[in-house]
């Protein structure tokens, strides 16, 4: 399933067309994506696919098109303090997405099938908290993830405010879902091959609404032996934060409040840069003669569609190269503050999520 948004050559480029195609249309959606590159959730050696719009499987690792998770992204309706479940959570790709909207005091769990999958989406985790540029752009909540069928989920579970299940799921399993679902949540999940967005209006009332017709793989059913019980699914427990991890988020949102008031107060907000597309101009050379002297004498003159070209081509360039210039003056300005402070080394690198960059 995809295929509906030309290929990007990056993150970026990607992103700009769904947008464009009007499968990404609010800003908080689209920073989000920004935010998480596509490609660091493929194996190496297949990220060259990572950026057209198509589904991607590897063994047990999967990845929906990008329209989808655009079209689940946005009919979830995401809101900070939400919390989420997503049902067959595969790489966390989308659930990392999710925490960047819902922030630190949200909930955000997944469960998936496959022990494999789910150890691969701890390890996409750990190197986007530690590694990713965009970490110290955000309030995060950290998503987690457990190993189970998402049809044996305990009947005593608690409920959530947005859920989302990325395989096909048949009619009689529908109530099923409904019932893990907040009066006020949203429930997105595919039904008889259509995107279904489903409101909990009330304790036994409900609002569908069919968003995209897609095809996905049907939900896998546990086989059971006669007589056997089948493995509960326990959901990861509600906690509510310590003091310490409290005292960490309001540092650094007092940090980066301030660093915001002061870049605006001085007219240098950071922004990102949009990357500047190479346009494609035709261009053509008109043979014509010339005299010299007494001879006839051909030549090549250019057109002025090719001077225009040429014109353009040079303007390109140069905005390229002020972009470049751009990324290189970004600085990780939340980072350089918490090390200026007068603490011991030891609280500044839990302050920095014990990030090295």
Known sequence: MGGAVSAGEDNDDLIDNLKEAQYIRTEKVEQAFRA???????????RDSAYKDLAWKHGNIHLSAPCIYSEVMEALKLQGGLSFLNLGSGTGYLSTM???IIGPFGVNHGVELHKDVVEYAREKLDDFIKNSDSFDKFEFCEPVFVVGN?????????????IYCGAGVQKDHENYMKVLLKIGGILVMPIEDQLTQITRTGQCTWESKNILAVSFAPLVQQSRADGEKPDTVQLPPVTVRSLQDLSRIYIRRTLRNLANEDSQGRGTVQRVPQKRKRR????????TYVFVGNQLIPQMVESEEEEHA????????????????EIIKQVNVLRDQII?????????AYLLYYREK
């Open 36 to 46: 998480i590159d596509r490609g660091d959730y493929y194996l190496d050696g297949y």
């Open 98 to 100: 999710v925490g960047l």
């Open 150 to 162: 998402c049809l044996e989920i305990a009947t005593d579970s608690h409920q959530y405010d947005r």
């Open 280 to 287: 494609r101009c035709r261009r053509r050379r008109i043979s």
């Open 310 to 325: 040429e014109d353009e081509h040079k303007e390109v360039e140069e905005e390229e190269r002020d972009v470049g210039e």
């Open 340 to 348: 200026a402070l007068p603490l011991p080394e030891s609280l500044k």
